[in-house]
């Protein structure tokens, strides 16, 4: 509810800024049409209902702003978390008065003086300091605002495909503002220059007095020195607490390389890896929404307390055995052992990973090898620059390929690779997941030689071969040298087929197998029986001169062969 309130409010306040700065950007057509919306503006924020929600929601916001800086136990924050806190508790300090000299003013004192043609005059003619300011508070406010919404929506799949479009959009609605503004005071610059004019211009709005003004200076300084002093006081009552806290006592957090760091009770787990730099994987920013902080804890008896509600909600969407638990919202009271079960770099969709094949369990999957045909012969009598050049645009090619598709990029073996398909959605979903990539790699295979058919004297060959059957899937390694991989006799088996297009000289091997499970038709291609060393059973696989011949999924199969008599 906290979390709610808080990016709530927020979007209040952030659509109250946008119209502004909006309003500020129609500057560039004309001062009249500046004056006309900010009317439009003005009647819907300026009726008591919307007054009441914009001043609640400032009021939420800023107080749970604060409790927020009261809950943390660090404030070594990576640049953009530390950024957006400050730029968050300078926006009241900056804006209190440009508030008081035109909404208190009007709603105290009876003041007309809310026209741009006034305040543009008094912002960029009368006192320019305070125009910079008044401009550089608005971007202050955007910026912030801007980052919030980025930490609140990087959790999202779909968010990194559209990344690029809304830092565009951030960036280009305070610029397109302040070439308004710029535009508009130039205009008003040159009309004041005419001492009539502004007598003229003026003589209908109804300034406050002297006396008045005094008051509202008054109120400006003490606004602007209560919200400053708000500030440092959770800041003061922070280190308070922590100097309280070690005299009763630390807890000890021990993390797998052997490092030990000793907190504060009440210091989360993640908070603990930022204060002595242990890289951890936090996508949200530690706010118990992406999963990605993960860890295996171990602890004795009282030392660590039930998962609240929100956490609990998290930890059964990724299936979470009882000893994993979220880092951003694990305090223990005692001392602990903890694992990250995910890498430092981890991205949002990791979060959508789920635990439970993390620790070692059975599934059935279809497994794909791929393989480049003469490599060494490559690779002979080039520099190591373009030998890795091209083997990075060949894995780029591949992991794009199984990554589009659902697949997962198990690991890469010298100029090969090994993927897996179905982990969470199944056999039959992974079968035409392996299928479908096999195809796109077919297909992007052809762009990348066509795109370095002057680097290469012929074009690069690869095989694949696929197979689906019963595996055992588990983090499994040492150290930081650990990943999810898969063992067992069908990843023996696909390797085998991935061998044997050699022999066939074809492209892709499958199984047929993993054919049936598809639920494709591939009586079109060949039918083989092959022996599979270990095995006694002979394994029926289908090849593919090239596996871009594969029907696209929604298409037709392809016609079978025509045998003559």
């Not at 308070?240 to 993390?255: D, E, F, P, S």
């Given at each position: 509810?906290?979390?709610?309130?808080?990016?709530w409010s927020?979007?209040?306040?952030?659509?109250?800024v946008?119209?502004?700065?909006?309003?500020?950007?129609?500057?560039?057509?004309?001062?009249?049409?500046?004056?006309?919306?900010?009317?439009?503006?003005?009647?819907?924020?300026?009726?008591?209902?919307?007054?009441?929600?914009?001043?609640?929601?400032?009021?939420?916001?800023?107080?749970?702003?604060?409790?927020?800086?009261?809950?943390?136990?660090?404030?070594?924050?990576?640049?953009g978390?530390?950024?957006?806190?400050?730029?968050g508790?300078?926006?009241?300090?900056l804006?209190?008065?440009?508030?008081?000299?035109?909404?208190?003013?009007?709603?105290v004192?009876?003041?007309?003086?809310?026209?741009?043609?006034?305040?543009?005059?008094?912002?960029?003619?009368?006192?320019?300091?305070?125009?910079?300011?008044?401009?550089a508070?608005?971007?202050?406010?955007?910026?912030?605002?801007?980052?919030?919404?980025?930490?609140?929506?990087?959790?999202?799949?779909?968010?990194?495909?559209?990344?690029?479009?809304?830092?565009?959009?951030a960036?280009m609605?305070?610029?397109?503002?302040?070439?308004?503004?710029?535009?508009?005071s130039?205009?008003?610059?040159?009309?004041?220059?005419d001492?009539?004019?502004?007598?003229?211009?003026?003589?209908?709005?109804?300034?406050?007095?002297?006396?008045?003004?005094q008051?509202?200076?008054?109120?400006?300084?003490?606004?602007?020195w209560?919200?400053?002093?708000?500030?440092?006081?959770?800041?003061?009552a922070?280190?308070?607490?922590?100097?309280?806290?070690r005299?009763?006592?630390?807890?000890?957090?021990?993390?797998?390389?052997?490092?030990?760091?000793?907190?504060?009770?009440?210091?989360?787990?993640?908070?603990?890896?930022?204060?002595v730099?242990?890289?951890?994987?936090?996508?949200?920013?530690?706010?118990?929404?992406c999963?990605?902080?993960?860890?295996?804890?171990?602890?004795?008896?009282?030392?660590?307390?039930?998962?609240?509600?929100?956490?609990?909600?998290?930890l059964?969407?990724?299936?979470?055995?009882?000893?994993?638990?979220?880092?951003?919202?694990?305090?223990?009271?005692?001392?602990?052992?903890v694992?990250?079960?995910?890498?430092?770099?981890?991205?949002?969709?990791?979060?959508?990973?789920?635990?439970?094949?993390?620790?070692?369990?059975?599934?059935?999957?279809?497994?794909?090898?791929?393989?480049?045909?003469?490599?060494?012969?490559l690779?002979?009598?080039?520099?190591?620059?373009?030998?890795?050049?091209?083997?990075?645009?060949?894995?780029?090619?591949?992991?794009?390929?199984?990554?589009?598709?659902?697949?997962r990029?198990?690991?890469?073996?010298?100029?090969?690779?090994?993927?897996?398909?179905?982990?969470?959605?199944?056999?039959?979903?992974?079968?035409?997941?392996?299928?479908a990539?096999?195809?796109?790699?077919?297909?992007?295979?052809a762009?990348?030689n066509?795109?370095?058919?002057?680097?290469?004297?012929?074009?690069?060959?690869?095989?694949?071969?696929?197979?689906?059957?019963?595996?055992?899937?588990?983090?499994?390694?040492?150290?930081t040298?650990?990943?999810?991989?898969?063992?067992?006799?069908?990843?023996?088996?696909?390797?085998r087929?991935?061998?044997?297009?050699?022999?066939?000289?074809?492209?892709?091997?499958?199984?047929?197998?993993?054919?049936?499970?598809?639920?494709?038709?591939l009586?079109g291609?060949?039918?083989?029986?092959?022996?599979?060393?270990?095995?006694?059973e002979?394994?029926?696989?289908?090849?593919?001169?090239r596996?871009?011949?594969?029907?696209?999924?929604g298409?037709a199969?392809?016609?079978?062969?025509?045998?003559?008599?």
């Amino acid at each position: 509810m906290t979390r709610r309130l808080r990016l709530w409010s927020g979007l209040v306040m952030l659509a109250y800024v946008t119209m502004h700065l909006a309003n500020h950007a129609i500057g560039l057509i004309s001062l009249r049409a500046m004056n006309s919306v900010l009317g439009w503006v003005v009647w819907l924020w300026g009726n008591p209902p919307a007054q009441v929600l914009l001043y609640s929601a400032f009021l939420v916001h800023f107080t749970l702003a604060l409790w927020a800086l009261w809950e943390r136990r660090t404030l070594r924050l990576n640049i953009g978390e530390l950024t957006q806190v400050v730029l968050g508790f300078a926006v009241p300090i900056l804006v209190v008065q440009h508030v008081v000299g035109t909404r208190l003013s009007h709603d105290v004192f009876g003041t007309a003086n809310n026209n741009y043609t006034f305040v543009l005059w008094v912002l960029f003619v009368h006192s320019p300091w305070h125009g910079a300011l008044q401009l550089a508070t608005l971007i202050i406010a955007w910026a912030h605002a801007m980052l919030g919404l980025h930490f609140w929506l990087k959790v999202r799949l779909w968010y990194a495909r559209l990344q690029s479009i809304a830092f565009a959009t951030a960036l280009m609605v305070p610029v397109l503002s302040m070439l308004g503004a710029i535009e508009a005071s130039r205009q008003i610059a040159a009309l004041a220059a005419d001492p009539a004019w502004t007598r003229e211009a003026f003589a209908y709005f109804r300034l406050p007095s002297p006396a008045e003004q005094q008051v509202l200076s008054e109120i400006t300084n003490s606004l602007g020195w209560f919200f400053a002093g708000i500030v440092a006081a959770v800041l003061l009552a922070r280190f308070m607490r922590r100097l309280w806290q070690r005299r009763h006592g630390l807890v000890r957090i021990a993390y797998p390389d052997g490092r030990v760091v000793e907190v504060t009770p009440g210091t989360s787990v993640l908070e603990a890896s930022r204060l002595v730099g242990i890289p951890h994987a936090h996508i949200c920013g530690g706010r118990g929404r992406c999963s990605t902080c993960r860890v295996r804890v171990r602890g004795a008896v009282g030392s660590i307390d039930p998962p609240a509600e929100p956490e609990r909600r998290i930890l059964r969407r990724i299936g979470a055995t009882p000893n994993v638990r979220l880092a951003c919202q694990l305090r223990p009271k005692g001392p602990v052992e903890v694992t990250p079960l995910l890498p430092p770099f981890a991205y949002a969709r990791d979060g959508s990973r789920r635990v439970d094949f993390a620790q070692g369990s059975e599934r059935e999957i279809a497994i794909m090898f791929t393989d480049i045909r003469g490599f060494t012969a490559l690779s002979e009598g080039r520099l190591p620059y373009d030998v890795v050049f091209i083997l990075n645009r060949y894995f780029a090619a591949v992991g794009r390929s199984v990554e589009s598709v659902g697949g997962r990029v198990d690991k890469f073996l010298g100029d090969g690779v090994m993927a897996l398909f179905g982990i969470e959605n199944g056999a039959p979903e992974g079968c035409r997941g392996a299928l479908a990539a096999a195809r796109l790699i077919s297909e992007r295979m052809a762009e990348l030689n066509a795109s370095l058919q002057d680097e290469i004297d012929q074009p690069m060959r690869i095989g694949i071969g696929i197979h689906a059957g019963p595996i055992i899937i588990g983090e499994m390694g040492f150290g930081t040298v650990s990943s999810i991989t898969a063992i067992g006799d069908a990843v023996n088996t696909a390797s085998r087929l991935q061998e044997l297009s050699k022999e066939y000289d074809c492209e892709l091997v499958v199984s047929e197998a993993v054919v049936l499970r598809a639920g494709l038709d591939l009586s079109g291609f060949p039918r083989q029986e092959v022996e599979i060393r270990g095995k006694r059973e002979m394994l029926a696989v289908r090849t593919l001169g090239r596996a871009a011949d594969l029907s696209p999924p929604g298409a037709a199969a392809p016609a079978p062969e025509t045998v003559t008599a």
